[in-house]
């Protein structure tokens, strides 16, 4: 069974992979291209090679395995009728992400780079704005692994965390689920709203004109799944007005982040680019998951973090 | 029973005050002075106004409700020889402060300071050197309430969390508590050390140039107690050598810090002029020790965070 691997994972690694009974090819991502020695592959461990290469020129193709935990960079129609096996790196990236929401979180509320601009000038003035988090209302629009990693880091802050998920189901380090239906309720009462939800199309722009309005003025709005999830249009006329306490995003509709953006400019909005999943641990934690599952394929037992389409 | 407030809590709150049968006058530290009409108070709740105002004429002075938690800026000669009963806020802090040593962990971790610049110069540039707190030893100097605070808030980071205190008596939120005897042999082998300890004479320079050395080159220090804890010049010294992944500093030897001092212009050094404890809860908390105290003074009652002197 051939594999070809978009990123290497150093010899020892690859190696493991070999012993499972696997011919290993490594083709970077930024070279990729359909030909001989790859379209005959029936495994891909990718990221997005997927504008580079097409995958209807490789007939053998049965299993993708994704270093992401978003897969909205599939060719969808191609891979639901081949009924390809796609699966994604669940889990393997919350802990940092669920670190970053924390973080961004207490950089708005403690006004983090008022300091810095005041540390670049050797300005000592104290700042009696800042804010603490506790008894705030922390909403998540999503209940999955990078929001309840996030919610088990908030613990103990003395904040209520709210969850909100299709049905309400309680779920752990939550202190309160609501449903879908319950969310325009809750965005108006809330302090913050952390954006922790898979992209697809119904939820283009869930955060649009009606929910940003809805909000707090003083509200805080963390956003690290999808850009698309957000109308930046709208939430830009947003802070123009004034609006919002700060703004964290390591994701938008346009990535990269066009340098026409408005974004880029204000200064309560806390800009990082695609970066929250990234730790010393990402390629130890990947690799992790791709093992289990190319042993488990090459025993036919049931793959782990199996991607419905 | 007359009290001197160098803070104007609000009418409501004084006259809450007043109604324990008080007399009560507000005079701003600022502008403090000695002279008949304070010189007679038998209570001063105060921060610092000891530059500004001798004590000894003050003859019926019985107590000093201090509004900070460190009483380093006493009169201590005076205070000891008279049997003055001192009282902090002992507590009234410890939750922003608690705070404000997550968030600077996270920060040097994240290294958050590229993004604020990226994003000043409109760059996006993917940052892949960032780090997760997931494994790391963090170890507290002290096991008070600041300390205390900021070990429950990290409990769901997955650091180990570890106490340093007098006799390595076990602490809630610590994993593991050590006493003063064996800080040096902890000192090399973590990966942070966050000062949270009161100063005292014996407790000058602790962070010195031997416990400084005996840090790993990547290790992380956050101090939110007092300066002259830690020895700036040998920090200094060992910042010009390419130490540390990252320093936070909310207190300082000299206070302000004099634009001298070469440790504003460090990129991995955070900056901040003592302003950790501060939040929109601060009066709260501070009123509500102060009025439980003199509740208790005037019933003769015990008080609470009687200060050993």
Known sequence: MKA????????????????????????????????????????????????????????????????????DQLPLEEVKHRNILVTNNKGGYSKPIGEW???????????????YRRQDDKIWHINTGVWELVGKNILFLGTGSVAT???????????????????????????????????MHYVSKVEAVVCALPYNDQMHHLIDERF???????????NVSRGKLVDEEALVRYLDDGKFMGIALDVFEREPLPKESPLWEFERVYLSPHNSWISEMRNERR??????????YSNQAALINLVKL
């Open 287 to 296: 690799f992790e998951n791709i093992f289990e599952n190319l042993k488990r």
């Open 4 to 71: 070809i691997f978009t990123y290497d994972y150093g010899q020892a690694k690859l190696d493991a992979i070999r012993a499972l009974g696997y011919e290993v090819m490594v083709v970077k991502e930024s070279i990729i291209e359909n030909g001989p020695e790859v379209d005959d592959a029936e495994i891909l461990v990718c990221y997005n090679p997927f504008e580079r290469l097409d995958i209807s020129k490789m007939p053998a193709l049965k299993l993708i395995i994704l270093s992401s935990m978003g897969f």
């Open 101 to 115: 929401v924390a973080m961004s979180l207490l950089n708005i509320y403690k006004d983090t780079k008022y300091f």
């Open 212 to 222: 940003l309005g809805a909000m707090k003025d003083c509200a805080v709005l963390i």
């Open 149 to 183: 990693e996030a919610a088990k880091r908030l613990q103990g802050f003395e904040a209520k965390v709210i969850g909100m998920n299709t049905d309400g189901r309680a779920m752990p380090y939550f202190d309160e689920c609501i449903s879908f239906d319950q969310m």
